[in-house]
């Protein structure tokens, strides 16, 4: 089983590049989560998805793009990648929205953007 | 605004007992996470609480106090292994996930 897995691990790339990574999940879970963690900050959601078809932004969409055409994939793009999207993302998955909504994370994907 | 502070960093000795507190100013309160997050790794998911009190679980306790809008976490026996981030989260009335910045703990033989 799994889990949460995350593509690429690490990825170097120029200001103006693009790129995308890929979030798989193989719990069945509704809900997908992608947050970026900076230091000395706490995890910040970019945006997230209640299900299959369905994505909405989070506190810092500004940047970034997502899709989740399958209900175990979710998708984070960015078009055209700037120094301040140097970070380290991580994607996440729930079974749902409650009090007690335990999230399961991927490894992480770390990103430098020259 | 809605706000979690936690201490940056806390040093500790193997064998020892800490406390990693955690207070919080959001709009509703509808649960308090503690995660554990190691060097590189992915945060793991450590314990909740919603009602006032202490819930433990092995090693670990986590305390929470709703009208003083305050949570700790107790590691008792400490391992070299137990040396992470320990990151607290609260779930606010939209059931919006606020994190705090983390703290580290460094443990020492």
């Known amino acids: 089983n799994a889990g949460v897995t995350q593509t690429p691990k690490f990825r170097v790339l120029k200001t103006g590049q693009s790129m995308t990574l890929l979030c798989a999940q193989d719990?069945?879970?509704?809900?997908m989560y992608w947050y970026r963690q900076d230091p000395g900050m706490g995890l910040r959601l970019i945006h997230y998805s209640v299900g299959e078809g369905t994505t909405a932004k989070g506190e810092v969409p500004d940047g970034y793009n997502v899709s989740r055409l399958k209900k175990q994939n979710f998708l984070l793009g960015l078009e055209s990648a700037a120094p301040s999207q140097t970070s380290v993302y991580f994607c996440?998955?729930?079974?749902?929205?409650?009090?007690?909504?335990?999230?399961?994370f991927g490894a992480g994907s770390r990103l430098t953007v020259l | 605004g809605q706000n979690i502070d936690q201490p940056t960093e806390m040093t500790a000795t193997e064998g020892a007992i800490v406390q990693i507190n955690c207070t919080y100013q959001?709009?509703?309160?509808?649960?308090l996470f503690w995660y554990q997050q190691h060097a590189g790794e992915a945060p793991t998911f450590l314990s909740y609480n919603v009602l006032d009190g202490l819930e433990e679980k092995g090693r670990f306790s986590s305390f929470l106090s709703r009208s003083k809008g305050y949570s700790y976490l107790l590691l008792k026996e400490l391992q070299m292994k137990d040396s992470a981030s320990y990151l607290c989260?609260?779930?606010?009335?939209?059931?919006?996930?606020?994190w705090g910045a983390g703290t580290k703990l460094i443990i020492k033989p």
């Open positions: 989260a609260v779930t606010d009335s939209n059931y919006q996930l606020i």
């Open positions: 996440a998955s729930s079974t749902g929205v409650s009090g007690a909504n335990v999230l399961t």
């Open positions: 959001t709009s509703g309160f509808n649960g």
């Open positions: 719990m069945n879970h509704e809900y």
